[in-house]
């Protein structure tokens, strides 16, 4: 018995540490508009860390990630992007206005009408939150969808090592 609980914490710490099963490949291109109708595209965060964050304002799981993506973006400033994008017409101008004000999120929210979505994912149905992580030359680096097994990548401090690996990836890329 013991011996199969040691077994089986060691494969769920393995598939915590395993690269998503949507990495590994170049990241789809895209261009969405913001709540101020500026266009995000993402050949414009070519050489910085992206993290693309596909979430819902009325998933509590999503606004405990945006906090931690507001962290991110705070400690490792313009070396980083975050992009959260919604479905829309499911969360409009409204919903995301009231969901930036309340939780005081300054990385932007995208609306996408669901094509962009599909192309990450590769599916028409999905849990959200769902955070893409991107390296500077374009490539979707991991992912990782909400579960009990990564509580702590969308809700505590397990996403700043996985951002940290990339970014001493791209400077010994530099060197």
């Known amino acids: 018995m ?9 494969l769920c710490a393995a598939s915590l ?9 170049r990241a789809p ?3 969405l508009p913001d709540m101020r109708g500026n266009q995000h595209d993402i050949l414009d ?7 693309l964050d596909f979430m819902k304002t009325n998933c509590p799981h999503c606004a405990a990630i945006s906090g931690v993506l507001e962290e991110v973006q705070q400690k490792y400033g313009d070396r980083v992007a975050v992009l959260s994008v919604v479905n ?8 995301v206005s009231k969901y930036i004000a309340g939780l005081k999120i300054a990385t ?13 994912l590769r599916a028409t149905t999905f849990d ?6 991107i390296d500077g030359n374009g490539t979707i680096r991991n992912d990782f969808s909400y579960s009990p097994m990564t509580r702590e ?10 951002v940290e690996k990339l970014l001493a990836s791209a400077s010994s890329r530099k060197k």
């Open 88 to 95: 829309y017409p499911e969360d409009g101008p409204e919903t």
């Open 2 to 10: 013991l011996m199969r609980t040691i077994w089986l914490s060691v």
């Open 128 to 133: 959200t939150p769902h955070v893409f992580l």
């Open 29 to 31: 291109s895209f261009s």
């Open 153 to 162: 990548m969308f809700e505590g401090k397990a996403l700043f090592p996985e």
């Open 45 to 51: 965060y070519r050489g910085k860390v992206l993290i």
């Open 17 to 25: 540490l395993a690269v998503g099963e949507l990495s590994n490949r």
């Open 108 to 120: 932007p929210v995208l609306f996408d009408c669901g094509s962009v979505a599909v192309s990450y």
